[in-house]
């Protein structure tokens, strides 16, 4: 299973990447949207992608409207891991395509609850630590 995690925080990359590692989850990073849509074309589709809001060169709301306008990704589930929390933004985000925010901080246990709630493939014996 492939995921892919778009943040331009190395920091937040290496989080989400040991939560995702720990589900059993290969993953690919991007540094920002048109990092990661390169990342789309050369690697083997995704289940997922844990995606920023605010990143340079395309933020993760530009990268979602790609993505659903891609019929080859239609099964990909679009996690937005954001400090965006104002309603508006939210309801831009929802109709862009995402199926689920998780809002910073976080804790992995809220992460796998949202990944749960939209049919993510997680383990349930994970044993996981408050960021």
């Known amino acids: 299973m492939n995921a892919l995690v778009v943040?331009?925080?190395?920091?937040m990359r290496k989080i989400l990447r040991s939560i995702l590692l720990d589900l059993g989850y290969q993953i690919i990073e991007a540094e920002h949207?048109?990092?990661a849509i390169e990342k789309l074309k050369e690697n083997d589709p995704f289940e997922i992608?844990?995606?920023?809001?605010?990143?340079p060169e395309m933020n993760g709301l530009e990268?979602?409207?790609?993505?659903r306008e891609n019929s080859?990704?239609?099964n990909?589930?679009?996690v937005m891991v954001t400090t965006e929390t104002e309603p508006?933004?939210?309801v831009k985000a929802l109709m862009a395509g995402?199926?689920?925010f998780v809002m910073k901080p976080f804790t992995p246990e809220i992460l796998i609850d949202k990944l749960r709630l939209i049919g993510v493939s997680v383990n349930a014996g994970n044993q996981c630590e408050e960021l």
Do not use: P
Not at 7 to 11: C, G, L, Q, Y
Not at 49 to 55: E, R, T
């Open 7 to 11: 943040d331009d925080s190395r920091a």
């Open 72 to 74: 080859d990704h239609d």
């Open 49 to 55: 992608a844990l995606v920023d809001w605010n990143m």
């Open 33 to 35: 949207g048109l990092d």
């Open 63 to 67: 990268f979602v409207q790609h993505v």
């Open 88 to 90: 508006d933004r939210m």
């Open 98 to 100: 995402v199926d689920e």
């Open 76 to 78: 990909m589930k679009l």
